[in-house]
T-cell receptor, first 116, second 112 residues
Framework: GAGVSQSPRYKVTKRGQDVALRCDPI?????LYWYRQALGQGPEFLTY????????KSGLPNDRFSAERPEGSISTLTIQRTEQRDSAMYRC??????????????FGAGSRLTVL | RKEVEQDPGPFNVPEGATVAFNCTYS??????FFWYRQDCRKEPKLLMS???SGNEDGRFTAQLNRASQYISLLIRDSKLSDSATYLC?????????????FGRGTSLIVHP
């Protein structure tokens, strides 16, 4: 697509429910990143993929969080047994093959998660 | 200590002013440095890359000081439309790869 598409844009759920957030990156972008952003803070790294391989998941807060990108395109971030502290904006970004080691990110509009 | 640190501001300046932001990073092995701009309720967007020799894009100048591990952004002749949050981004080494790591952002408000 023309840009990075995320869905849903807004998700309100009750504590204990599972949620799945979807990211459709720019066509041809090799790398896909997930970040979480709290109000007044910068994006906080969660995990990233090159093609379908999860390269780094060191930023996932705990084992309730998981992500996949099975065909190297669309990715899903899943949060199980949601807690109120999971409420945040979840942002996906994609980047083309690195140029001189630099990866320039294009972000989607984000998914705002509210856990009641 | 955070890997990328920025003064959150806000920096409140009149139109036409020159304003500078600094950002420091803790990992000396970091490579690739960027400034992103984030408007209120929007996603971050790349403003400019930062090169070792320094680089300029119109009214914006970015500098990198590897010895002191800081990056700067200078905005000349500020416009009302420059009001936004400016995010410093450093590619930080992590287990064999480099992760774009964001600072918390510096808020700029340009007033008439």
């Amino acid at each position: 697509g023309a840009g990075v598409s995320q869905s849903p844009r807004y998700k309100v759920t009750k504590r204990g429910q599972d949620v799945a957030l979807r990211c459709d990156p720019i066509s041809g972008h090799v790398s896909l990143y997930w970040y979480r952003q709290a109000l007044g803070q910068g994006p906080e790294f969660l995990t990233y993929f090159n093609y379908e391989a999860q390269q780094d998941k060191s930023g996932l807060p705990n084992d309730r969080f998981s992500a996949e990108r099975p065909e190297g395109s669309i990715s899903t971030l899943t949060i199980q047994r949601t807690e109120q502290r999971d409420s945040a904006m979840y942002r996906c970004a994609s980047s083309p093959p690195k140029i001189a080691g630099a990866n320039v990110l294009t972000f989607g509009a984000g998914s705002r998660l509210t856990v009641l | 200590r955070k890997e990328v640190e920025q003064d959150p501001g806000p920096f409140n300046v009149p139109e036409g002013a020159t304003v500078a932001f600094n950002c420091t990073y803790s990992n000396s092995a970091s490579q690739s440095f960027f400034w992103y701009r984030q408007d209120c309720r929007k996603e971050p967007k790349l403003l400019m890359s930062v090169y070792s020799s320094g680089n300029e894009d119109g009214r914006f100048t970015a500098q990198l000081n590897r010895a002191s591990q800081y990056i700067s952004l200078l905005i000349r002749d500020s416009k009302l439309s420059d009001s936004a949050t400016y995010l410093c981004v450093v590619n930080t080494a992590s287990g064999g790869s480099y992760i774009p790591t964001f600072g918390r952002g510096t808020s700029l408000i340009v007033h008439p």
